[in-house]
């Protein structure tokens, strides 16, 4: 094991980075459906589009264990792929099922010509009670809170499930839009300066933008007869995803990087408005790679995490469990991937490595001797920049903790991913 983890960290280090595969332009990010909705870290549809055509065979059923916003599934349809995708968090789920499913543009249309008349009849009289999260009057002006429950109230009435769907996803991502949530912030912080927003007419703005794009995914699936193609989003764990055995051709997916996404925390607004978190600790737990999992362990499966994981135990046992639990979490996707996957299926994951307390952690190195352990032949890997990824990219070197590039202490964390090609044998 020695020798081939040896030869492993070599053949990465010796990689360079492949320009067909950096994509600077994030332009296709508002193609189709991608922009419907904010979300940290999701991965250029240039990636998956291009996976698609380099490496799927006709026919594939594409799964993503890790599909947040759902980019995969938005790429496979608009190639003709069938696919079915899994996430642990609800609000990833009603994303995606707002991307996924095109409306009929009339339909749409006439949904959008009875709700929006009734925005401007609105009253604070006319929000009806509702028992909400305490933390909703935390983070929203008693203003902006009446009128996003006035929306919400419209919305909840909608018997259409899709249509329902497509207005909540509009509300949910203007929500910190409208909120005291500071703007340029991926992590949960007041600004105390921050200017009222109008919650109706960034909701109006927001679900115009997204009515012209529903239309251009409609007619583009209408052109190629894909319209009623398979796609699913289950709400499930990329560990234990209680999926059938052996029927996906190919896996793409880009698993969250250690520690480094709260994602409980980021969408706590929504989590909070469509009652989907009560209790936030709680929620916090079932994520991979987050502060919250309580890991007592520290030994891991393979020679590269567990090298991580001892080095930062020189420097703070916490973190060191932490990390251990991550890869831990990950050797058992790993082997639920292998699971899933039909004999000779590929997989292909989007991972970078970062640093922590000044600890190189090589988590793409790492789940490629996961996969080798579990039976897969590595059949490529490439290493692309990161240049349009929404991340926050600096590190203080001592806490860990994300900053900006003004402390002294800061350093640049993510300037590249890999993505890593695998057969299953």
Known sequence: MEVQTTKLLDNFA???????????????????????????????????????????????L?????????????????????????????????????????IHPTTLRNYWDELNPKIDLYSPSLVKPRPLHDRVDYWFKPDARNKVAYLYQEIDAIENPRVQTFFLCALSN??????????????????PNKPDRDPFKD??????????????????????????????????????????????????????????????????????WFEYISDLPGFRKRFIGTFYSGNVQLKTKTAIAQDAVLQLNEKCDRTAREVASYFNDMYRVTEEIKRLLRT??????????????????????????????????????????????????????????????????SQRVYPEEYIIIARKQ
């Open 14 to 60: 010796s990689l360079t980075p492949n320009q067909d595969w950096a994509f600077e332009s994030a332009g296709s990010r508002n193609n189709l459906t991608h922009g419907y909705h904010r979300y940290p870290a999701k991965f250029p549809p240039q990636i998956v589009s291009k996976l698609l055509d380099t490496y799927a065979t006709k026919g594939d």
């Open 62 to 102: 594409i799964v993503d264990v890790f599909a947040g916003c759902g980019t995969t599934l938005v790429e496979s349809k608009a190639h003709g792929y069938k696919s079915v995708g899994v996430d642990i968090n609800p609000v990833a789920k009603m994303i995606t099922e707002a991307k996924t499913s095109p």
């Open 174 to 191: 203007i929500l910190k839009n409208v909120s005291r949530w500071l703007q340029s912030s991926t992590k949960p912080q007041i600004d």
């Open 203 to 272: 909701f109006r703005y927001q679900v115009k933008k997204m009515i012209a794009k529903n239309d251009e995914f409609y007619a583009k699936l209408k052109e190629s007869n894909t319209l009623g193609l398979r796609c699913e989003i289950k709400l499930a764990d990329a560990r234990k995803t209680r999926m059938w055995s052996g029927k996906a051709g190919m896996v793409i997916s880009s698993p969250p990087y250690v520690t480094s996404y709260e994602y409980a925390d980021i969408h706590q607004l929504t989590g909070y």
């Open 344 to 409: 000779g299926g590929v997989v292909s994951i989007v991972l970078g490595n970062t640093k922590l307390k000044g600890v190189k952690i090589h988590c793409a190195e790492a789940f490629a001797e996961m996969l080798e352990a579990n039976g897969f032949e590595i059949t490529d890997t490439i290493k692309r920049e990161i240049t349009t990824k929404i991340l926050p990219t600096i590190r203080d070197k001592h806490t860990g903790k994300f900053t900006t590039t003004d402390s002294k202490n």
